[in-house]
């Protein structure tokens, strides 16, 4: 017998869908509270690596992704700010089938994941979250609109501002700013794109990544010194400042901002929650329990990896609900916490300044660790 037949997912971002369309291929019941009344996304472009591609070809949106998005045609190129060409990180296909990376714009990545939860039968109910949890031979939970609901299990995909997490463990430590924000801008695709590009050595670390046949997306990583509040009509102006000097296709980029392009700005917070990540009949995956920054372009993809994981060990005959969770953080615990950590280290090595020689030599250990199996 399987221990879990409904399953209330808190989060319908990436991670909450990708467990929804998980759990339901396992036959599960599956509700997503969000509390976005419009379930919308922000950003810009995502970048998706080699092993974040493999956990889309497992959860079946594999195709759709490459389709709708961009595949890469080899490991990131790597150059100074001015344009000269340094280096190319290695980074392996895992498949015949799959591209070393590859990039896609968020809200189209946001459409592929709904409609394949909604085709599954998933309840989605928006603008709302949950209140309260409380054991009761599984979760017995009320909701921010007054109504409740029993599952045999909670999963908290809310996050790094996780609402879930804050009722689990209050004292859990808070998101903290690393000192970094994050620009965010879409262009026209030139044809000489074919993968990612990285502009290291500067103030600024300038990336670049085709997200579908038309299009790429900037993202620029300065060090704003205090964490000021940069009002958005402003954007078009800083990030122009931000990429003075650069060349290459960053300088192309710079040339052709006006004051009407798509740009988002966010200042980079990070979290990692201690394990365990679960308590009675509730856990936390993706940003909820370890929430990271860019530098390896896998926040994303450990949470669709947790996702995968997590179902199908919770769909495994005979196998307990603290059972699977116990397997679940034996299995997720090292690989999250490097990421972060990893993560956390390459922007301190850009913030202080050190040899793009030893952060191209950190990535590509870091991206070989993740090729690994699940």
Known sequence: MVAVKSVLIVGGGIGGMSSAIRLREKGITVDIVDSDPEWRVYGAGITITGPTLRAFHTLGILDDVLAKGSGSKGGSRIFTPSGQS???????????NIPPSGGIMRPVLHRILSSRTLALGTKVRLGLTVDALEENNGVDVKFSDGSAGHYDLVIGADGIFSRVRSLLFPDAPKPKFTGQGCWRIVADRPAHVDRPELYLGGDVKVGLNPCSATQMYLFALDAPRGNPWIEPKDWPQVLKLRLAGFGGTAGLVRDAITETSSIVYRPLEAML?????????????????????????????????????????????????????????????ERCRMVVENSLRLGEMEQNHESPADHQRLAEETVKALAQPI
């Open 273 to 333: 929650l201690p394990p365990p990540w679960h308590k009675g009949h509730v856990i936390l995956i993706g940003d909820a329990a370890h929430a990271t920054t860019p530098h390896l372009a896998s926040g994303a993809g450990i949470a669709v990896e947790d996702a995968v994981i997590l179902a199908d060990l919770l769909a495994q005959t005979g196998i307990s609900i603290p059972a699977a969770f116990e397997a679940f953080m034996a299995r997720r615990w």
């Open 86 to 96: 340094i280096g190319e990180i290695d980074e392996p296909a895992l498949g015949s």
